[in-house]
């Protein structure tokens, strides 16, 4: 097989040519290879071998080694797989960072340019539900088999090029997918590429990128502190590094500390920073704009969207980019505003249509009504809980019983997002432990919490109950009139998360509830990661 550099001067032809010969290749452990042997649960089952993300956090952070290290080991990663930096110039990449809403900003932004008639490609994390969502064209997830086999085309390139003096031949599991999302995007020929940083920005591994058509930064808050900073402006700092040179840029307001942080940033480079102006001064003169994505917060991150969009449509030439209005000084003074125009067409439908699961998303299933949202600092729980509570006022439906499910990971403060939660008057709550089970029969995407398999029992009151089992305390908010209070039939098994101190009160009747009551459902994650998992007012953390 030919070498990383000589394949990656030929593209896209060498690509199509090594993959076929990688498709040809025989693994030394697996025996001969070929797209027909090899499942998509074959490929995940794989992928899980690597490093998580969880593990590779926490080998980082006892490294603390020298940052820019790691985008060089990136770059080298890169050639091995068949590229060079300069390849990615072909994406036209829009690359966005931000604490707070960055995932539903680059949905907007796709769905917005896909409007247009434009082929995109999508780069997110994390996932829902199978890992093929990480890389979308045209707004969905590759196939299996496309996964399946761009998986296996990139898995044996990189082994076939380990350096013989090291032990490591794999990137770890995201920057596995960041290179797999790389080479999918080049082989199907995308317009343009919307890429969302991992972790942080001037160390995130997709931050190899050098020549995005734009840059954006949505909200900044608190989070990844032992590897962003403990303070908003240090992690501004991080999260201001993808900028790049004569590359123009823009963010949403912000506190003054970090947005001068940002300012400072990008003078120190020559990038062109605008603050965007909010969604309302673009609605004036014109009907109000319809978002697919509920939640007063979603607003700012569409207003970021439009700003990306509209610039990339300009830097690239085409044509209905929006009609400018007259535009009005920035309050903030720190940063010049970003142009002020009239939304297109197409900008309002792609607005409309943009779906992003597992964010302010509301699921319908008989008399369950779910509610889910992936918030996981303080800020982003204050605005899950306002959208909860506004859409309950918009769909009063009679009496109700309302549960919390509920999971948090890595160096968050579970207690103190939980007791965020309070003014949504859960009656019941679960929660979900961070263990999996690796399994190598069934579904490889699917990762198994553990937890009591069956009710614990034989508790007299006044004792405490087993760990893991957690109970509304007394008092809690009852239905309203003419709903039915849960029946009894043995005690409710909860997994607990081990971060989390809770008052657990004597053991109560397990949870059935009528079908004369409405069960609203919040799914929330205080994690990465949506887990299934609960919580309420039924109980309370204990500090």
């Known amino acids: 097989m030919k070498g990383a550099r000589s394949l990656a001067t030929s593209w896209p032809v060498a690509e199509k040519l090594a993959c076929e010969a990688t498709m040809e290749q025989p693994s030394p452990s697996r025996g001969?290879?070929?797209?027909?042997?090899?499942?998509?649960?074959?490929?995940?089952?794989?992928?899980?071998?690597?490093?998580?993300?969880a593990s590779y956090l926490e080998q980082v952070k006892r490294q603390r080694g020298d940052p820019q290290a790691q985008l060089e080991a990136m770059k080298l990663y890169l050639a091995r797989s068949g590229l060079q930096v300069e390849d990615l110039d072909q994406l036209n990449i829009i690359h966005v960072t931000g604490t707070k809403g960055k995932g539903s900003t680059c949905a907007f932004t796709e769905r917005i340019l896909r409007s247009y008639g434009l082929k995109t490609g999508f780069f997110s994390s994390p996932h829902l539900v199978q890992v093929r969502?990480?890389?979308r064209i045209n707004g969905q997830p590759i196939s299996p088999e496309h996964f399946t086999k761009h998986f296996w085309c990139l898995y044996h390139r990189l082994e076939e090029t380990k350096d013989s003096s090291s032990c490591v031949s794999m990137p770890a599991y995201f920057r596995f997918l960041t290179l797999m999302a790389f080479h999918v995007f080049l082989q199907e020929k995308v317009d343009l590429a919307v890429m969302e940083v991992g972790i942080g920005g001037a160390y995130d591994c997709?931050?190899?990128?050098?020549?995005?058509?734009?840059?954006?930064?949505?909200?900044?808050?608190?989070?990844?502190?032992s590897l962003l900073g403990d303070t908003i402006e240090k992690i501004a700092w991080q999260k201001g590094g993808i900028f790049k040179r004569g590359v123009p840029a823009f963010t949403v307001p912000q506190p003054d500390g970090p947005l001068a942080v940002l300012r400072e940033r990008a003078e120190?480079?020559?990038c062109p920073l605008y603050l965007c102006p909010p969604l309302e001064t673009l609605e004036e003169g014109g009907p109000p704009l319809t978002l697919g994505l509920e939640g007063e917060?979603?607003?700012?991150?569409?207003?970021?969207?439009?700003?990306?969009?509209?610039?990339?449509?300009?830097?690239?030439?085409?044509?209905?980019?929006?009609e400018l209005k007259v535009s009005r000084p920035s309050l903030l003074c720190q940063l010049p505003l970003a142009p002020v125009f009239q939304p297109t067409a197409h900008m309002r439908h792609g607005l409309r249509d943009t779906e992003w699961p597992g964010r302010t998303q509301i699921l319908c299933r008989g008399p369950l009504t779910w509610y889910l949202d992936g918030a996981h600092t303080s800020s982003s729980v204050q605005a899950c809980v306002r959208w909860f509570r506004?859409?309950?006022?918009?769909?009063?439906?009679?009496?109700?019983?309302?549960?919390?499910?509920?999971?948090?990971?890595g160096d968050r403060d579970p207690a103190a997002l939980l007791k965020l939660l309070q003014p949504c008057q859960f009656?019941?709550?679960?929660?979900?432990?961070?263990?999996?089970?690796?399994?190598?029969?069934?579904?490889?995407?699917?990762?198994?919490?553990?937890?009591?398999?069956?009710?614990?029992?034989?508790?007299?009151?006044?004792?405490?109950?087993?760990?893991?089992?957690?109970?509304?305390?007394?008092?809690?908010?009852?239905?309203?009139?003419?709903?039915?209070?849960?029946?009894?039939a043995g005690s409710l098994p909860v997994p607990v998360a081990e971060a989390v101190a809770l008052e657990v009160r004597p053991p109560t009747p397990a949870l059935h509830l009528s079908v004369n009551s409405h069960i609203r459902c919040l799914l929330f994650s205080a994690s990465l990661i949506l887990s299934r998992l609960a919580q309420g007012p039924g109980l309370r953390a204990v500090k």
Not at 301 to 306: D, E
Request: glycine content about 8%; overall charge positive; hydrophobic content about 30%.
């Open 427 to 488: 009656d019941y709550a679960v929660f979900c432990p961070n263990l999996t089970e690796v399994s190598s029969m069934g579904n490889a995407d699917t990762q198994f919490p553990k937890g009591p398999s069956h009710p614990p029992r034989g508790k007299q009151r006044g004792q405490r109950a087993p760990r893991g089992c957690c109970h509304p305390r007394a008092g809690h908010r009852k239905p309203a009139p003419g709903g039915r209070r849960p029946e009894a």
């Open 133 to 135: 969502e990480r890389i």
């Open 206 to 225: 997709t931050n190899i990128i050098r020549k995005p058509v734009v840059c954006g930064v949505s909200s900044l808050g608190i989070d990844h502190t």
């Open 32 to 53: 001969p290879f070929s797209a027909k042997s090899a499942s998509f649960q074959d490929a995940v089952r794989t992928l899980n071998t690597l490093q998580t993300n």
């Open 268 to 270: 120190q480079i020559s």
């Open 390 to 409: 506004q859409a309950l006022h918009r769909r009063k439906s009679g009496p109700e019983v309302r549960v919390l499910l509920f999971n948090s990971t």
């Open 297 to 322: 917060h979603q607003r700012s991150n569409a207003a970021l969207a439009l700003q990306l969009a509209r610039c990339w449509l300009q830097r690239k030439d085409r044509q209905g980019i929006g």
